[in-house]
């Protein structure tokens, strides 16, 4: 009975590792890249690094979070009430935070549904949460199924000196497609399916009662112009200025914050 049960034990243990992961309506888990990941039929993923390449990184975590967004209507689309209810298989909700902040990097992997997202905020420091709304203009990406996309790394400084002096808070934003292959190597199937994203600013949104900024990948376009009665009504017109240390990309915020 025991070599009957524990027989029993390896065929689930080895059927969980190949069953593709079921859809989730919010995603703050990692895939576990240390066993195999399937993908489900209509199912994709978000690749992000974190690097810390200085002293002013080394150490540090940081947290970061993508929302479903409507490209045509420049919003985030709410997720439904009753979704669950309803068998909704969207992802509307994604945020992860770094491993272990002792490696200069690191790469995690978010299982998604398709469609396109934006990057809602990210906040430097342990807790697990993001305490900003780059609401003003963000960075999106597009996930179609069976694709692995790579947004890119983000660098988690806290209380960085910066040059004009001063100390600074944020997620410099850097790409090293290459960098998050190679962290694939394990696992055939995503690395023959990654790509780098394509990056597109100027993405808003509604914004919450958080610190309310922007954040621009320099050298990326912008989504196109909305026709005059496309645009929403409390967009943004305050113009960005750029912030960040220099050993990466700096990101931009608002002027006045």
């Not at 992997?109 to 906040?123: E, I, K, N």
């Not at 055939?188 to 309310?212: E, H, I, W």
């Not at 990948?217 to 943004?236: E, F, I, R, Y």
């Amino acid at each position: 009975m025991m070599r009957d049960m524990l027989r029993a034990a390896a065929i689930a243990a080895a059927l969980s590792a190949t069953v593709p992961a079921a859809a989730q309506l919010s995603v703050n888990k990692r895939a576990d890249l240390a066993a195999p990941v399937v993908l489900g039929p209509n199912q994709g993923a978000i690749v992000v690094g974190f690097r810390r390449p200085d002293d002013w990184s080394a150490g540090k975590s940081g947290t970061i979070a993508f929302a479903r967004y409507d490209v045509e209507k420049r919003d985030m689309i709410a997720r439904p009430d009753n979704a669950k209810k309803l068998g909704d298989t969207n992802t509307y909700w994604v945020s992860v935070t770094s491993g272990d902040r002792k490696l200069v990097l690191d790469h995690v992997v978010m299982l998604v549904s398709p469609g396109d997202y934006v990057l809602y905020g990210a906040t430097p420091g342990p807790g697990g949460m993001v305490a900003n709304s780059f609401c003003f203009s963000a960075p999106t990406i597009r996930v179609a199924p069976g694709e692995i996309v790579y947004f890119g790394d983000v660098t988690p400084y806290l209380a960085a000196r910066v040059a004009g002096g001063g100390l600074h808070n944020g997620m410099a934003y850097s790409a090293h497609p290459e960098d998050a292959r190679a962290a694939l190597a394990n696992q055939p199937a995503l690395a023959a399916a990654f790509k780098s994203g394509d990056v597109r600013n100027g993405a808003s949104y509604t914004c919450s009662g958080q610190a309310m900024m922007a954040y621009i990948v320099p050298g990326k376009p912008s989504l196109p112009d909305l026709a005059p009665d496309q645009k929403l009504g409390n967009s943004p017109t305050t113009p960005p200025r750029e912030a960040g240390p220099r050993p990466t990309v700096p990101i931009l915020i608002p002027t006045g914050n």
